[in-house]
């Protein structure tokens, strides 16, 4: 059964910090590759960021600069550091694996960037 579990969100003032983690089981994870998106209320879900088995990564243009994708194959994690964080960074933040033709979600943790 494949799983990734995703932790790290919480409550920050806009200009904080927070990093999440994304543990995954079930699959072979240095072949997939593994990407965080998010979804704001009433907005649709959207790429943040992905790192391939080969670590090459692609990062939307808004957190370009403020977010760092990672990976670490040792233990099956993905890592989001995200700094400099905006208000408009509210959202649900999910750990997205993939490797054609399996695609396999989390559960999704809140990060919320208010004073």
């Known amino acids: 059964q494949v799983q990734l579990v995703e932790s790290g969100g919480g409550l920050v003032q806009p200009g904080g910090s927070l990093r999440l983690s994304c543990a995954a089981s079930?699959?072979?994870?240095?072949?997939?590759?593994m990407g965080w998106y998010r979804q704001a209320p009433g907005k649709q879900r959207e790429l943040v960021a992905t790192?391939?088995?080969?670590?090459?990564?692609n990062y939307a243009d808004f957190v370009k600069g403020r977010f760092t994708i990672s990976r670490d194959n040792a233990k099956n994690t993905v890592y989001l550091q995200m700094n400099s964080l905006k208000p408009e960074d509210t959202a649900v933040y999910y750990c997205?694996?993939?490797?054609?033709?399996?695609?396999?979600w989390g559960q999704g943790t809140q990060v919320t960037v208010s004073s």
């Open positions: 997205n694996a993939r490797k054609f033709p399996s695609e396999y």
């Open positions: 079930g699959i072979i994870f240095s072949i997939y590759t």
């Open positions: 790192i391939t088995s080969n670590r090459y990564i």
